[in-house]
T-cell receptor, first 113, second 111 residues
């Protein structure tokens, strides 16, 4: 039973399209995150939510819109995809807002052509 | 703002040899520090964490790390590396509600 699950695992799409990635965690955690890992494996935080409330938006373009319908789910919608959006997007959850270790999903590899 | 430096981009060790991966952090207060491992095509998995107390922390898979405040370091060690340890290793510091990661160290294990 996967703790943090993301779908889809792979997305291949054309520039200008819109795509969504879904994330669900069954750990009962209050805090969820989106991280972006680029081709050099650099990991950067994009957003974090605590109990459905946005608490961190790390200067991500407005084309990226996270949504948390409940504290177990955090989805990411991306409009007007650009080549530079190609990356692996990781969802993570944490039991605590400020001091928690992160539990990661397996990632969603987005390729924009 | 917090930051993490992993000076070694790539390390190669022979199976059975000891390993040390370096991590230096910058943070104004008492840091919460983590090491994660990422196998190819996988998400990151926590190896160990330091919050407070004993500066030598034990983790999973036989890893340990030592927090040295005077050197702003949190180096990861393993006495005997196994081929399955080949992976990407990330050091992270938690602050202001988010974890900031180093750029990672790629570990290759020679037979």
């Amino acid at each position: 039973d996967t703790a943090v699950s993301q779908t889809p695992k792979y997305l291949v799409t054309q520039m200008g399209n819109d795509k969504s990635i879904k994330c669900e965690q069954n750990l009962g955690h209050d805090t969820m995150y989106w991280y972006k890992q680029d081709s050099k494996k650099f990991l950067k935080i994009m957003f974090s939510y605590n109990n459905k409330e946005l608490i961190i938006n790390e200067t991500v373009p407005n084309r990226f819109s996270p949504k948390s319908p409940d504290k177990a789910h955090l989805n990411l919608h991306i409009n007007s995809l650009e080549l530079g959006d190609s990356a692996v997007y990781f969802c993570a959850s944490s039991p605590y807002r400020d001091t928690g270790e992160l539990f990661f999903g397996e990632g969603s590899r987005l390729t924009v052509l | 703002a917090q930051s993490v430096t992993q000076p070694d981009i790539h390390i190669t060790v022979s199976e059975g040899a000891s390993l040390e991966l370096r991590c230096n952090y910058s943070y104004g207060a008492t840091p919460y520090l983590f090491w994660y491992v990422q196998s190819p095509g996988q998400g990151l998995q926590l190896l160990l964490k330091y919050f407070s107390g004993d500066t030598l922390v034990q983790g999973i898979k036989g890893f340990e790390a030592e927090f040295k405040r005077s050197q702003s370091s949190f180096n990861l060690r393993k006495p005997s590396v196994h081929w399955s340890d080949a992976a990407e290793y990330f050091c992270a510091v938690e602050g202001a509600g988010k974890s900031t990661f180093g750029d990672g160290t790629t570990l290759t294990v020679k037979p």
